[in-house]
């Protein structure tokens, strides 16, 4: 029969066999060998049937205090050996996440997606933030904030596309351009206010030279003294960053849009180089982008005084960006799935842009 000192020599040793185990496999056999079905302390357990009452009582509550004791040190041991295998892990199999690829990378940016990403680098160098917003807009923000009148054609359902109403609601719109972004940047938040929004948007339009879905950056500074020398020094640094060129000459043509007055287009000087363009040399104007100072009636539909606050803004597209930039004769390939067009002319996602190495 067990006595009390077995008990203690039992648990003497198993407790130093569990503090010696050096792996989780070691410690998982230890705790088998002691209370799984067969293991020593269970075994012992089953004498109690045995036992007369008296002895039974005694060491019945010696045994399980042996067990829970042994479950203790089992626990503790485990848990100090899985946090050494972990930090042996993290030594070992630690990635240095700023060490350059070993592979050459296999996508390719879409050229959409690179000319985006240089208007960003351009335009923060210029303290310009990203502003986004929703493709789905409303009637408001779309066009009555932007001085749209009633009756112009933008609001016909030939130019835009009208989504089905809610009973007794105005349909929604899919933005037409991106300058909602701008009316929403006005409403919630205070000037000076300096964001690009670049973006999708859709008109109901497509043929050789239009998509329904194309892609805009559009610009929006609002300051207290900002005038049409502020516009036009942007604009000429701009079209020299985006075009690698220190020489760029430009003229500014009137134009008419609702949202900003006076209004206009801006034509650059170039030549043709193949499909691509070059500015700032040659004997040919093309126009690049619109531009204007921002209406008294917009800066009033945003809740601000139109005395104290004026700016400017400007909108280009930036599909027909990429085409002049990249020579890309055809507008097509740049909605079709086409993995060589666009492993040529796409642009490695691990070349990120930036105005001190070159933007491409
Ligand atoms: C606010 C106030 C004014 C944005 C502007 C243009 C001129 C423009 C076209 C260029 C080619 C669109 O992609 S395109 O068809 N855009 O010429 N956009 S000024 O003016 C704004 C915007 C927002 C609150």
Same mark, same amino acid.
């Given at each position: 029969?067990?006595?009390?000192?077995?008990?203690?020599?039992?648990?003497?040793?198993?407790?130093?066999?569990?503090?010696?185990?050096?792996?989780?496999?070691?410690?998982?056999?230890?705790?088998?060998?002691?209370?799984?079905?067969?293991?020593?302390?269970?075994?012992?357990?089953?004498?109690?049937?045995?036992?007369?009452?008296?002895?039974?009582?005694?060491?019945?509550?010696?045994?399980?205090?042996?067990?829970?004791?042994?479950?203790?040190?089992?626990?503790?041991?485990?848990?100090?050996?899985?946090?050494?295998?972990?930090?042996?892990?993290?030594?070992?199999?630690?990635?240095?996440?700023?060490?350059?690829?070993?592979?050459?990378?296999?996508?390719?940016?879409?050229?959409?997606?690179?000319?985006?990403?240089?208007?960003?680098?351009?335009?923060?160098?210029?303290?310009?933030?990203?502003?986004?917003?929703?493709?789905?807009?409303?009637? @408001?923000?779309?066009?009555?904030?932007?001085?749209?009148?009633?009756?112009?054609?933008?609001?016909?359902?030939?130019?835009?596309? @009208?989504?089905?109403?809610?009973?007794?609601?105005?349909?929604?719109?899919?933005?037409?351009?991106?300058?909602?972004?701008?009316?929403?940047?006005?409403?919630?938040?205070?000037?000076?206010?300096?964001?690009?929004?670049?973006?999708?948007?859709?008109?109901?339009?497509?043929?050789?030279?239009?998509?329904?879905?194309?892609?805009?950056?559009?610009?929006?500074?609002?300051?207290?003294?900002?005038?049409?020398?502020?516009?036009?020094?942007?604009?000429?640094?701009?079209?020299?960053?985006?075009?690698?060129?220190?020489?760029?000459?430009?003229?500014?043509?009137?134009?008419? @849009?609702?949202?900003?007055?006076?209004?206009?287009?801006?034509?650059?000087?170039?030549?043709?180089?193949?499909?691509?363009?070059?500015?700032?040399?040659?004997?040919?104007?093309?126009?690049?982008?619109?531009?204007?100072?921002?209406?008294?009636?917009?800066?009033?539909?945003?809740?601000?005084?139109?005395?104290?606050?004026?700016?400017?803004?400007?909108?280009?597209?930036?599909?027909?960006?990429?085409?002049?930039?990249?020579?890309?004769?055809?507008?097509?390939?740049?909605?079709?799935?086409?993995?060589?067009?666009?492993?040529?002319?796409?642009?490695?996602?691990?070349?990120?842009?930036?105005?001190?190495?070159?933007?491409?």
């Amino acid at each position: 029969m067990t006595a009390s000192s077995d008990l203690d020599a039992l648990e003497a040793r198993l407790s130093a066999d569990i503090e010696a185990a050096q792996d989780l496999a070691a410690l998982d056999a230890l705790r088998v060998g002691a209370l799984g079905k067969k293991g020593e302390v269970s075994l012992k357990m089953r004498e109690l049937g045995k036992m007369s009452p008296e002895e039974r009582q005694v060491m019945g509550p010696a045994l399980n205090g042996l067990k829970d004791r042994l479950n203790t040190l089992l626990e503790a041991r485990k848990a100090t050996l899985e946090d050494a295998a972990m930090n042996a892990a993290l030594a070992s199999e630690s990635v240095d996440v700023t060490r350059p690829v070993k592979r050459e990378a296999q996508g390719s940016l879409h050229p959409v997606a690179q000319v985006m990403e240089e208007l960003a680098v351009i335009f923060a160098d210029m303290g310009f933030a990203v502003a986004e917003g929703p493709d789905v807009e409303d009637d @408001f923000h779309n066009f009555t904030a932007l001085n749209f009148p009633e009756d112009h054609p933008a609001r016909d359902t030939h130019d835009t596309f @009208f989504m089905k109403a809610d009973d007794g609601e105005t349909p929604k719109v899919l933005r037409t351009h991106t300058s909602p972004v701008q009316i929403r940047t006005m409403l919630n938040s205070k000037p000076p206010i300096r964001i690009i929004a670049p973006g999708r948007v859709y008109r109901c339009d497509w043929d050789q030279t239009h998509t329904p879905m194309f892609h805009q950056v559009e610009g929006l500074v609002i300051d207290k003294e900002t005038h049409m020398g502020h516009l036009k020094g942007c604009l000429m640094d701009f079209v020299a960053a985006f075009f690698e060129t220190d020489k760029v000459e430009a003229r500014f043509r009137p134009h008419h @849009f609702p949202f900003t007055e006076p209004s206009a287009e801006m034509d650059v000087r170039y030549e043709r180089v193949g499909d691509a363009v070059k500015v700032g040399s040659g004997d040919q104007w093309m126009e690049i982008l619109g531009c204007g100072m921002v209406h008294p009636n917009v800066i009033k539909s945003c809740g601000l005084d139109p005395d104290e606050y004026q700016g400017f803004a400007f909108g280009m597209g930036v599909d027909r960006l990429a085409m002049l930039k990249y020579g890309m004769p055809d507008l097509r390939p740049f909605f079709e799935p086409d993995t060589r067009w666009l492993s040529h002319y796409g642009f490695s996602p691990l070349l990120q842009a930036n105005l001190a190495t070159g933007l491409s």
